[in-house]
């Protein structure tokens, strides 16, 4: 019905004679149809492309709860709503970012800057309905994080598509619900692929950069393209200027929301292969190569010694994509799941070839190996022998019996009899335990270690890779 109608209907009969009014009820509705149109006419594909995926974005804040220092007092009952005017309880909300619904089932994606350190998190749809949130689990190194809505219903969601579709100079959808006061909405192309970026101490590579202008409080947030697809989780804004943004990749994004949901963390695929990083000019000789990443190891039953590969081999592509250093290895390692097989593109000396590798996830009798490779030192248990000796020797733990020469870990300080009583954020009881953490720092780019030392401990950040 055109908004005009019942306006009229409201209107006093002693107002305009019969005549009038009936004449001015034709005149409407016989022009309000044309002005109904116009609006959808004037809209844009990009305006469309906005009313169709904006209820799946929404603003992410936290509440908190404020002291009153009259809390519990007779000035509080006296005089309470001096000091919550806006009967909040004495909370007070702030917003952190924005986050896209990716499942009808209240599953919501969103950077892990957003919400580190929030411990009640909220999500505000626009028009402005909040709903509580619960953090499923968080991706530091790809900067993600899955939320789940505590509501019980179906909700509209976005649905990922191949970054491996987008195309340099393509029109990108940048959309953002900052501090829930509605949709914002920045236009651009994308203007690079595979970016790194460095906030803080981190290092984030395979990043789509576009010169959309983000908004503040947009972070985690939809970068879609012109149908309407998730093409990527809006992640940084670059500090020295307006009109450059970032967005982790949509196979990423997938790749670690699913994991999240399924194992609580992010399992990296494995292929068995340890690598470096070379240059153009130590490249195969003859070859011209731009660089690649060259096989210092091949796992001793692994997917790529079952595919033929070996020590020496210089990796220059995998899927569609170049690899021209470890870290463009890396990253296309972390795109992979578990069964995923990919075509992987070397060089043995002159000659160029091409295998199938199936990714598997990484076998934990491995453990001892793969530290040994990666950091330069060997473990073992704390024997009873050994314990009766050194009384000093904490409850639990693995012992240091080696440190290779010019290692990571000698480099870092580590000395044969030190205990690893931590990696990362698990407790490291023996070596049994120890094989149930190794394989979750595969594919990160450095391990936290705990360390005790005598009667004193201490942590250790080592880098991996």
């Excluded at 005009?4 to 509705?29: D, N, Y």
């Excluded at 909300?93 to 969103?110: A, F, H, K, P, Q």
């Excluded at 949901?261 to 470096?276: F, K, Q, S």
């Excluded at 009583?421 to 490291?428: A, C, M």
């Amino acid at each position: 019905m055109p908004p005009a109608l019942p306006q009229l209907a409201r209107v006093s009969p002693g107002i305009f004679p019969p005549f009038a009014a009936r004449a001015a009820f034709v005149v409407l509705a016989l022009t309000a149809p044309a002005s109904a149109e116009e609006p959808a006419a004037r809209i844009s594909p990009i305006g469309q492309v906005v009313r169709k995926t904006a209820p799946a974005v929404v603003s992410i804040s936290t509440e908190e709860k404020l002291e009153n220092p009259f809390h519990g007092s007779f000035l509080q009952s006296v005089f309470g709503n001096l000091f919550d005017p806006e009967g909040t309880g004495g909370r007070s909300s702030n917003s952190l970012g924005s986050g896209i619904v990716i499942d009808e089932r209240g599953y919501i994606l969103t950077n892990e800057h957003v919400v580190l350190r929030a411990s009640r998190l909220y999500v505000s749809f626009p028009g402005g309905r909040k709903i509580r949130a619960e953090v499923i689990g968080t991706d530091p190194a790809s900067d993600l994080a899955l939320l789940k809505m505590e509501e019980r219903r179906k909700f509209s969601s976005l649905a990922f598509v191949l970054s491996s579709d987008l195309a340099m100079g393509e029109t990108v959808i940048a959309i953002g619900n900052p501090a829930g006061q509605g949709i914002a909405v920045t236009t651009g192309v994308v203007s690079a692929m595979g970016r790194q970026v460095q906030a803080g101490e981190r290092i984030y590579t395979d990043f789509i950069q576009t010169d959309a202008s983000v908004p503040s409080g947009s972070s985690g947030g939809p970068l879609l393209n012109m149908r309407g697809d998730l093409i990527g989780v809006i992640t940084a804004i670059h500090s020295e200027g307006p009109g450059v943004g970032f967005a982790v990749p949509a196979d990423r994004a997938r790749k670690v929301s699913e994991d999240l949901l399924r194992y609580g963390e992010v399992r990296m695929a494995w292929l068995g292969l340890d690598v470096r990083s070379v240059a153009a000019e130590v490249g195969p000789e003859g070859a011209g190569l731009p660089g690649g990443a060259a096989v210092r190891r091949v796992y001793p039953g692994s997917p790529a010694e079952r595919a033929g590969l070996a020590a020496g081999d210089v990796i220059v592509g995998m899927g569609t994509g170049a690899i021209s250093n470890h870290p463009d290895f890396d990253t296309a390692v972390g795109r992979l799941k578990t069964g995923d097989t990919v075509p992987v593109t070397y060089y043995r000396e002159t000659e160029s070839r091409i295998v199938a590798v199936t990714a598997v996830d990484f076998p934990p009798e491995l453990a001892e190996a793969y530290l040994s490779d990666q950091i330069g030192v060997e473990l073992a248990d704390i024997s009873p022998s050994l314990r009766s000796q050194s009384p000093q020797l904490p409850a639990d733990g693995v012992i240091v019996t080696r440190v290779r020469a010019r290692s990571r870990a000698a480099a870092t300080g580590l000395e044969e009899g030190d205990v690893i009583r931590q990696i990362n954020d698990l407790p490291i009881h023996d070596m049994s335990s120890l094989r149930v953490a190794i394989p979750r720092t595969v594919g990160r780019g450095s391990i936290l270690m705990k360390v005790a030392r005598g009667r004193n401990s201490y942590y250790v950040t080592l880098e991996l890779g």
